[in-house]
């Protein structure tokens, strides 16, 4: 696995200023500096997905500051297993699906993918920044057949279960394992070039 | 298709249960179906942390300008975490106050997720330094919460886990909500674990249920301190003692691979 992905601010050209390696052990020697390089390259990512997940700006807020607090505090990542950037969504994705499991846990699959529909409302300011990954993983998630992106978008962003997905679908358990496979292997395709 | 115990262990089928696993969407069935083809197939974990790098990208799909507070507040975490050094000036208080506003008195019970930012806080601050803060600081937070609700709920319990191997000087410190699904756990002195390995904080039930709460790994430092979530619906009856023990992250049914390194057992 990459052990020695760019870090570098979103929205700019890809040039490396750090290796994953070099900022854990500044993470893991309590270098503030870190958490500075650390926020400026990830800080939207991760609180992009958590308000995608959560739909409240507050609490997403709140969970990608525990998350920053979790690194500071006992940093667990393994730069020989994952690149950072997957570990942070790792942890900002299953973190954001707890609360909300939390929150929701009275309520059926079916009203927990309400919010789903569509990404949280953006500002226009917040709707104009964009960059070129961005701009490619969107386009690769539009070039998927609805109900595959669909189906990944429930699980990935709702945390619904295959057999959740099927149901709210109305379509077989089997088909929407193979909407799984198909969207990530087109995924993969189509995102090549962003694999390091 | 995939449905069907009588499937050939072929590509397509493997890559449904890939893709359903890391996206943590599988039946209880099929993950452990998987991960035994895991223990059976290591290089299925390769494709596993191939498959990460895409989930990661997907985040992108969602990259939204964070509010320009939050960076502050997050550069400011390391001068947050800093504490007075409580055994060299005693005549300070040893730790901050706990975060009683965050306790709604007029519930019935209490609820965790109203407490648990500020609890993870003062534990986050308080094991990095001594982990006899730790505990006070939770005993202080329970009188504090007992105080504003006349008593604990009966859903919650708090445990102290001991090393039960000679030598080994580790505690652990376990608070459990059953009605939210949570449990915060504080460890230290409990050494790191090589990769494929991973402790297991296991709780039991009055009806001798065995529930698996979570499983973590420890720092360099030997700590670890985190909230983790239970299933829902995982148990039903009151949690007697809890106990961690050291196991691969495979499921192996090789029994000597498991070692109870901690309970709350006297």
């Known amino acids: 696995m990459n052990t020695s992905s760019p870090v570098a601010n979103l929205g700019t050209p890809v040039v490396k200023l750090i290796s994953d390696r070099e900022l854990l052990d500044r993470l893991q020697s309590k270098q503030p500096d870190a958490l500075r390089q650390l926020y400026d390259s990830y800080g939207d990512l991760m609180f992009g997905l958590a308000l995608r997940i959560l739909g ?19 940093c667990t990542y393994d730069p020989t297993r994952a690149s ?11 973190r954001s699906l707890d609360r909300l499991r939390s929150r929701n846990s009275r309520l059926a699959a079916d009203e927990r993918s309400h919010h789903l529909a569509s990404p949280a409302s953006q500002t226009p300011l917040e709707a104009a920044v964009s960059d070129d990954v961005s701009n490619q993983v969107q386009q690769a998630l539009a070039d998927l057949p609805p109900t595959q992106r669909q189906a990944l978008e429930l699980a990935y962003f709702g945390g619904l279960t295959q057999q959740e997905i099927a149901q709210k679908l109305g379509v077989p358990l089997g088909t929407v394992k193979s909407y799984f ?3 990530f292997s087109k995924l993969r395709q189509a995102l090549s070039s962003l694999i390091l | 298709m995939s449905d069907t115990p009588s499937h050939n262990l072929n590509d397509e089928y493997l890559e449904e249960l890939l893709t359903g696993y890391i996206l943590n969407a599988l039946s209880c069935a099929d993950k452990v179906k998987f991960e035994s083809y895991m223990e059976a197939d290591p290089t299925l974990i390769k494709r596993l942390e191939e498959l990460q790098e895409v989930m990661g990208l997907i985040a992108h799909s969602s990259q939204t300008p964070a509010p320009p507070q939050l960076r502050e507040k997050v550069l400011n975490i390391p001068q947050r975490s800093a504490l007075p050094m409580p055994i060299a000036t005693p005549q300070y208080p040893i730790v901050p ?3 009683v506003s965050v306790v709604q008195p007029k519930r019935s019970r209490l609820s965790w997720q109203k407490v648990a930012a500020g609890m993870a806080a003062a534990l986050a601050v308080v094991v990095g330094t001594n982990f006899f803060l730790l505990d006070q600081q939770l005993t202080k937070i329970e009188a504090e919460l007992t105080a504003a609700e006349g008593n604990l709920s009966e859903e919650d319990y708090t445990f102290d886990l001991k090393s039960s191997q000679m030598g080994s000087n580790a505690v652990a410190k376990v608070y459990v909500d059953i009605d939210e699904n949570m449990v915060m756990i504080g460890v230290q002195n409990l050494p790191p674990l090589p990769p494929g390995e991973a402790y297991h904080l296991w709780g ?21 301190v985190d909230r983790l979530s239970v299933p829902p619906g995982s148990y039903d009856s009151p949690v007697k003692f809890m106990r961690i023990s050291r ?10 691979k498991r070692v109870l390194v901690m309970t709350s057992e006297s």
């Open chain 1, 56 to 74: 409240d700006r507050q609490e997403a807020e709140d969970l990608v500051q525990d998350v920053f607090l979790t690194l500071w505090t006992h």
């Open chain 1, 84 to 94: 950072l950037k997957s570990f942070l969504m790792l942890l900002v994705r299953s």
């Open chain 1, 181 to 183: 496979r198909l969207s």
């Open chain 2, 97 to 99: 106050a706990p975060p």
């Open chain 2, 204 to 224: 039991f039930t009055a009806d001798q249920q065995k529930i698996l709460c979570g499983r973590f790994n420890t720092d360099r430092a030997g700590q670890f």
């Open chain 2, 247 to 256: 196991e691969p992250i495979v499921p192996s049914s090789d029994p000597t």
